[in-house]
């Protein structure tokens, strides 16, 4: 009797095909052949809705689901597969006429058609994986699009018929603009990358090197934790993925370690959400800055890395200081591995990063080139590895984990490019520019803060990527019209779209932390934005000082890394309220004070807070000295 081949296996075979294919169309166009961007966005854009439709299928939320809810939800789903693939294939297959769509501008009828198709596509894609918020800005933005000469003052504007919005939409403006330009170009091979970091044993070896690094000294497991999911964190750029990855061994033991299970949870979530700022990958919307902005990605991580470094900073220190508040002690000596040896089996890791940094910063590479040079060693190293070697398995492993994250990332891409046309349609990025600008009253630093608000409430229910296209598209211009540069302000933009996912009350990395800590996701997210408190100064810092995100061989660069150093620290201690002992309120209001003169561009005003904090620093240290002598005599 022959054995029945399941659906979910005939998917299964479905999904690794498309996924094979996806490394084919992506590698192949900057290594065998060179496809025109919109031909290869079409591509890109129907590989990631094809995904999307199988690996989220209709009903899958429902319970109790009968035979023929089953049969109609999956009926629908290849309907939907079939639409994503006929326009893809139309795109790619009529290219010219697409193109000449374009140049005249003006829509034919059965573009039309397919217009609106591509509209309802993306936007149930973009609901399917991202949930119904961004789905919903979309819809909001298109109705706004039609209504416009029916919207009184400022935002009104002449109005737009179905067919030029839908033209908007089906163009190099819309879908296949630059967030699903960014996706197809850069993002999807670097997700490629940490796929098969990932196959190779990353997780394993970046937890065992933290752990010999940091596990035998006092609080060792949260320390190990911060270490770990930055390093998983600024490969894989997903916050979440990395609470659920990392959290899943760091929390239950920072738990039995000692710690409070909000304050386990939040060290994982803020560690791993500082992933998306943290060089040399960062995420899926540093990518889409480079493309935005015009400035280049290596540019973009050499400004990010003091930045990124404060941040770190001043989490491992609230965490250490944690440690001396409840005096928790490191791990046992039998649970620390040999740091030589984790290092040593990480060097088939610490290679393909090396590769990509040369390339990318040394020799000024794209980073798709780079990309695909850092995959290639990865997969020569793990073919040479004769203990853990890379098999065919292992590589077609890679390719599937790939093509899964795209799908968040085609999504909110795809959507995002929704908005981004309907702001360039009706003018609505100009127009919410000036209202910033008006509402802060010309002043920088009101409009700092009414922006910042602005992104905090749009990343509640965005991905990163999605929230910071959307509000690079509204608010940049705001900040560079009032002396803000073009980088300093949309790291000001990235920095807090990335944040959200701390922030409550909805903050998914926090809520993911909270699920396996198994703590209230409110009490954690404030205890997470606590230990991540830096990434909420930083962007004012260097929104008002950029010396923050420049990098000189000089006099003023080592004074702002001094400052920053000195920033990070304080406001560890001034929330904490510990150094080695228990603080005074007048001692922590002293740190404050550093901070705010170190803060200050201001050559005089930052050596004297860097001074001051030496001089407090000093006591401390030396009063700690003699009390442990004291103590041992």
């Known amino acids: 009797m022959e054995k029945k081949i399941s659906y979910q296996k005939i998917v299964t075979w479905i999904i690794i095909g498309i996924s094979l294919f996806a490394v084919f169309i992506h590698v192949g166009n900057y290594t065998i052949f060179t496809l025109p961007s919109i031909m290869f966005y ?28 089953i049969i109609g939800c999956r009926i629908i789903d290849w309907i939907l597969i079939a639409l994503a693939l006929f326009i893809g294939f139309y795109v790619v297959l009529n290219f010219d006429a697409y193109s000449q769509m374009m140049q005249n501008n003006q829509l034919t009828p059965e573009m039309y058609v397919l217009g609106i198709i591509v509209t309802l596509l993306t936007l149930e894609s973009g609901r399917r994986v991202l949930g ?8 909001i933005a298109i109705l706004y699009a039609y209504f416009g000469d029916k919207i009184p003052g400022l935002f009104g504007h002449r109005g737009y018929n179905a067919q030029r919005i839908t033209l908007s939409i089906f163009s190099d403006r819309g879908v296949y603009g630059t967030p699903i330009g960014t996706s197809a170009t850069n993002v999807y091979l670097f997700l490629l990358f940490a796929a098969y970091l990932a196959v190779s044993g990353a997780d394993q070896i970046f937890q065992d090197i933290a752990i010999a690094a940091a596990g035998r000294k006092r609080g060792g497991p949260a320390k190990m934790a911060v270490i770990a999911s930055a390093f998983f964190g600024t490969i894989s750029g997903s916050c979440v993925a990395n609470v659920v990855s990392t959290g899943a061994f760091t929390i239950p033991l920072m738990k039995k370690n000692g710690y409070r299970a909000k304050f386990a949870g939040a060290v994982e979530a803020v560690a791993s959400t500082g992933g998306q700022i ?32 404060m941040y770190y900073v001043c989490l491992f220190k609230m965490v250490d200081l944690e440690s001396v508040r409840f005096d928790l002690k490191g791990l046992p000596e039998d649970q620390i591995p040999d740091l030589k040896q984790s290092l040593a089996r990480g060097m088939k890791l610490f290679v393909p990063v090396a590769v990509l ?8 590479t794209t980073p798709m080139k780079a990309a695909i040079w850092s995959i290639a060693a990865i997969l020569i190293l793990g073919f040479l590895d004769k203990k853990d070697r890379m098999t065919i398995q292992g590589v077609v492993d890679g390719a599937v984990a790939a093509a899964k994250s795209l799908c968040a990332v085609v999504g909110a891409c795809a959507t995002a490019g929704i908005v981004v ?32 608000l602005v992104c905090a409430v749009l990343g509640m229910g965005l991905p990163t990527t999605a929230a ?25 933009l990235l920095y807090f779209a990335s944040l959200s996912a701390i922030t409550p009350p909805v903050a998914v990395a926090s809520y993911a932390a909270a699920g396996i800590a198994e ?38 660069t080592l004074m702002t890394w001094l400052s920053g150093l000195v920033i990070a620290y304080s406001l560890a201690v001034a929330f904490q309220g510990y150094v080695e002992k228990k603080i005074t309120l007048l001692e922590r209001a002293v740190y404050v004070g550093i901070i705010c003169l170190v803060i200050v561009p201001h050559f005089w005003s930052s050596l004297s807070g860097i001074a001051l904090f030496a001089a407090f620093y000093g006591y401390r240290q030396w009063e700690a000295r003699k009390a442990a002598a004291t103590a041992a005599s």
């Open 42 to 69: 079409a591509w890109h854009l129907m590989i990631g809705m094809v995904l999307i439709f199988l690996y989220y299928p209709l009903g899958r939320k429902r319970e109790n689901k009968s035979k023929g809810f």
């Open 132 to 139: 119904n918020v961004l789905p919903i800005i979309a819809i």
């Open 278 to 309: 943290m060089p040399p990958i960062m995420g899926a919307a540093a990518f889409v800055m480079a493309d935005i902005t015009g400035i280049s990605y290596a540019e973009i991580c050499v400004a990010a890395v003091l930045p990124a470094v």
């Open 357 to 364: 940094l040369t390339m990318m910063i040394g020799l000024k």
């Open 421 to 452: 046309s309907v702001f360039s349609l009706t003018g609505l990025g100009l127009k919410f520019s000036n209202f910033i600008v008006q509402l802060g009253n010309n002043a920088l630093i009101p409009s700092l803060i009414l922006s910042m």
């Open 468 to 492: 910071y296209i959307v509000c690079a598209t509204a608010i940049a211009p705001a900040l560079t019209g009032l002396g803000v540069p073009v980088l300093a302000a949309n790291l000001f």
């Open 519 to 556: 703590e209230n996701p409110v009490k954690l997210g404030l205890t997470a934005v606590k230990l991540g408190i830096t990434g909420f100064i930083l962007p004012f810092a260097f929104a008002l000082n950029p010396d923050y995100i420049t990098f000189h061989f000089d006099l003023q």
